[in-house]
């Protein structure tokens, strides 16, 4: 097996300089760290020289006027009090953690019953010839719900398949590759990456103050991410076979030329086809038993995921202008344990039926299992969680979002240009710094307040930047799983490098970008819902003189 770390010291131009500069930036962990560091500093500053802003909404009773926020420096007494007293209140109370930690221990057992393989194994192989090239892709772009398992299983077994039907399977690597990595944020509905931003985005609102009422909805980008989905599937489509398989050439090594007999990573399932038909059989049994449960927690009587008094004034008349989104709250809320559940079941259902979980021990050591993988996001979780609370503490988030709307509002731009710009720098910063959640916590609390006081909706702001935070994944040679894929190629074409790797993904990056550019942008103009009770446009719930 060629050594992917070597290969890739040989590469140059923008991308070696990418790759040399971003292997001299530190573990996210520190980057927050180093911040927080630089945080304090400039509170301190802030706060000697009087920095300030007008609240947008609230107002000062003593004035009338609107309420003056002032920098506060993190040194004064009362927040290095606040650090050491709540830092355990601080760590446990960060919105992402419990949505995270909870679907992850469902997803857990999904991925180690074999469930999450043998689904995506299944679909894949029974595509037609004519139709690998779309199912590979759609499937790759459902399969981030199963986390490493699309990368583990999906893009090996893809050049299996693409080399059985005497295609190139360089093709097949990459059509697999864009889907689950490219198209991260597509899928046809929410999981876990959206408990994950959601989180995020709901911290960062929280901070800034603008909306005391907001929750977090991880059905909020539902709509969106659809699109995403069928948007990005001609598109990968296309590159495959018109872009990337042409350029390859015709593949005359045979269906198993590269690959060792006795490696069976490319195809990792572990038992047959009979165990695992019966074992997905029993896994839709049981997410039809999810569904069915949360159906009749909305229908029967009683429904307890419907707030039927939502719309009921005091003196029990109807709100007139009340939303039937209003009423399902509790429903949009209930779906992080919904997900939870779902995986779970499907998960213990396909394990028992075919045979890789024996009995409840086996399913707790699972579960248990998920939660040793979430070691680093914990410890990245910490960091994340300190430095957006200290920049609540500082006020320099909300400042600095207020300043920044003012200065984008002079220049004019239209908002859905804003948008646009958004996806591209997020793109840009993909290119250093990979982990989706510590970007998103880098940016999301100037970006989602910023947002707000343009009228663009935390939701929209969101979507703008998982839009840019896949797109370049695949070009980067930072990404975690690039080296892995880049072994993957190198069992059908030995001297296949990393730029060789880059060069075949970087027309599926821009076009995932572009489009994924114009989708949002046409979306803002639209107005088009987000997800269920998710607009994109925002207004502030009031307005200071």
Same mark, same amino acid.
Request: proline content about 6%.
């Given at each position: ?155 090996? /077994?893809? *050049? !299996?398949?693409?080399? @059985?039907? &005497?295609?190139?399977? =360089? $093709?097949?690597?990459?059509? %697999? ?19 994950? /931003?959601? *989180? !995020?985005?709901?911290? @960062?609102? &929280?901070?800034?103050? =603008? $909306?005391?009422?907001?929750? %977090? ?329």
């Amino acid at each position: 097996m060629a050594d992917a770390t070597a290969t890739g010291s040989k590469q140059t131009g923008i991308l070696g300089w990418v790759e040399r500069t971003g292997n001299k930036l530190p573990d996210p962990v520190f980057i927050f760290f180093y911040l927080i560091i630089a945080l304090v500093v400039v509170s301190v500053i802030a706060g000697l020289t009087g920095v300030s802003a007008l609240h947008p909404t609230a107002v000062d009773e003593s004035t009338g006027g609107a309420l003056v926020i002032e920098a506060v420096s993190l040194l004064s007494p009362e927040n290095i009090q606040r650090l050491w007293v709540e830092m355990p209140a601080t760590f446990t109370h960060f919105h992402p953690l419990g949505y995270v930690l909870v679907v992850m221990l469902g997803a857990g057992v999904a991925e180690r019953s074999g469930f999450f393989a043998a689904g995506m194994s299944k679909a894949v192989k029974a595509a037609p010839t004519s139709l690998l090239t779309p199912v590979v892709a759609l499937v790759a772009m459902l399969g981030n719900h199963a986390a490493d398992a699309g990368y583990v299983v999906l893009i090996p /077994l893809a *050049g !299996i398949l693409f080399a @059985a039907a &005497g295609r190139h399977p =360089l $093709a097949g690597i990459a059509a %697999a590759f864009a889907g689950v990595s490219g198209g991260f944020s597509a899928n046809i509905s929410p999981g876990q990456l959206d408990a994950l /931003l959601f *989180g !995020i985005t709901e911290e @960062a609102v &929280g901070a800034s103050a =603008l $909306a005391p009422a907001w929750t %977090a909805n991880i059905a909020g980008n539902w709509y969106f991410i659809s699109a995403m989905t069928f948007v990005f599937l001609p598109i990968i489509w296309y590159v495959t076979d018109n872009v990337i398989e042409p350029r390859l050439g015709p593949w005359k090594g045979g269906a198993t030329a590269g690959v060792d007999a006795t490696d069976t990573s490319p195809d990792p399932t572990e038992h047959d086809d009979a165990a695992a038909s019966k074992g997905l059989r029993a896994a839709g049994l049981a997410a039809l038993g999810v569904v069915a449960l949360w159906l009749i927690m909305v229908f029967a009587p009683g429904t307890p995921l419907v707030n039927e008094a939502a719309c009921i004034a005091e003196d029990g008349s109807a709100i007139a202008d009340c939303s039937i989104h209003t009423e399902l709250a509790p429903l949009y809320q209930s779906l992080v344990a919904a997900f939870f559940l779902l995986f779970l079941l499907t998960g213990w259902a396909y394990g028992r039926a075919a045979g890789t979980i024996k009995d409840h021990r086996d399913l707790v050591n699972m579960m248990a299992e998920s939660m040793k993988d979430m070691g680093y996001y914990l410890v990245l979780a910490f960091a994340a969680a300190h430095f957006v609370a200290m920049f609540g503490w500082s006020n320099l988030g909300l400042i600095t979002a207020v300043h920044g709307a003012a200065g984008i509002e002079s220049t004019g731009l239209p908002l859905p240009l804003v948008l646009g710009l958004m996806v591209l720098f997020a793109a840009l910063l993909n290119l250093f710094v990979g982990s989706a959640s510590a970007k998103w916590a880098l940016l999301a609390p100037i970006l989602v307040p910023m947002l707000m006081l343009l009228g663009i909706s935390p939701e929209g702001a969101t979507a703008a930047y998982r839009v840019g935070d896949s797109a370049t994944n695949i070009i980067t040679p930072l990404m975690v799983y690039f080296p892995l894929i880049l072994v993957f190629a190198q069992r059908w074409q030995k001297d296949f490098g990393l730029g060789s790797l880059t060069a075949m993904m970087l027309p599926y990056s821009v076009w995932l970008l572009i489009s994924g550019t114009v989708l949002i942008v046409v979306w803002f103009y639209l107005g088009i819902p987000l997800g269920p009770d998710a607009p994109v446009g925002y207004a502030l719930p009031g307005n200071a003189g």
